[in-house]
């Protein structure tokens, strides 16, 4: 696929079918596309956790913020929500800052998701301190992102954006609508 | 091209065929996969600044800080230079931060270039203040990453990391070498 067809397809998905089972193995090849991306200095501090089955997911979903524009929504239900989450840790061993290391490798990881037919949504709301006495995670871990992951079962359209506002909505057979800025917008010129 | 190919490809280029002149349409087209990219919270608040003539591209030079292992090398030679820059600035009037927004849009902006031939180096090591100046551009945007991009003229190799030595070499045919951690290291389990 060319990659203007990959970036149109790696939407931002909300709902799932959960039942879809995430394979482990496509989960490691999609940290593998992170680990290939670049990394400030060259230092690579970013390490990953990886969780795909029932029980696990379980434990990560509590503690995640969705979709702060739909305020009647208060998250994906049981039965849609994601199947797999990766976890984007910080190791503060290696670097006590990680500039943009952890988009540069969100975005290789939810486009290589797409690529194997998978979709989801970068969360950067968190309940951190409470998610890392939950899963263990040492004190020298920083919890970055979450890369919540599955088998989408929602329709994303983008649209043009008006009056400036950049409100995602949902319609009412819940297709979710997303309003991009214009291209001639963001190009500037002094 | 495969998307692990393509991230393979995506190696952080220093040296170029300065000659060769990037044409102003395909830039555009990489920011035009940075806007499809995912935005937190959807405000989309980078705008961008294209340079692709050699007289803008020598405006910018100067205020770039270049491969800080490599001591004994200031950064390109003249011939050897960056032929573009896409400059990613965040617009304060939208959002006072920008999360990872620049990482992202960065990782969608490097892939493109490579698809299309092209290559370069993610920049954070930057003179903000005097390009600004330089460059004219209004207080109320700020200056978050420089993506120098050309057609590259160096090999550069992936090597695995020995004794947690994540510096960067150049042997002496000038291949730039590049130590990355192994993939075992980077998937933890508590």
Not at 108 to 115: D, P, R
């Amino acid at each position: 696929m060319k990659l203007a067809d990959l970036v149109k397809k790696t939407r931002t998905y909300r709902r799932f079918d959960e039942s879809f089972q995430v394979d482990y193995e496509i989960l490691k090849q999609l940290v593998d596309l992170a680990r290939l991306s670049a990394s400030g200095a060259n230092k690579q501090p970013l390490k990953y956790l990886i969780y795909n089955t029932p029980s696990d997911c379980r434990r990560v979903f509590p503690f995640i913020a969705w979709a702060g524009y739909l305020k009647d929504w208060p998250g994906p239900e049981s039965g849609e929500r994601p199947s797999a989450y990766i976890i984007v840790l910080g190791d503060t061993s290696i670097s006590e800052t990680f500039g943009v290391d952890h988009g540069i490798a969100s975005q290789s990881i939810m486009l290589g998701a797409s690529e194997a037919g998978l979709g989801g949504c970068i969360i950067a709301s968190i309940k951190r301190e409470e998610l890392k006495n939950e899963l263990m995670i040492p004190a020298k871990y920083e919890i970055l992102l979450i890369l919540a992951l599955g088998k989408p079962i929602e329709n994303v359209i983008i649209e043009e954006i008006k009056d400036g506002d950049v409100k995602y909505w949902r319609d009412s057979e819940r297709s979710h609508h997303v309003p991009k800025r214009n291209l001639d917008d963001l190009i500037l010129k002094f």
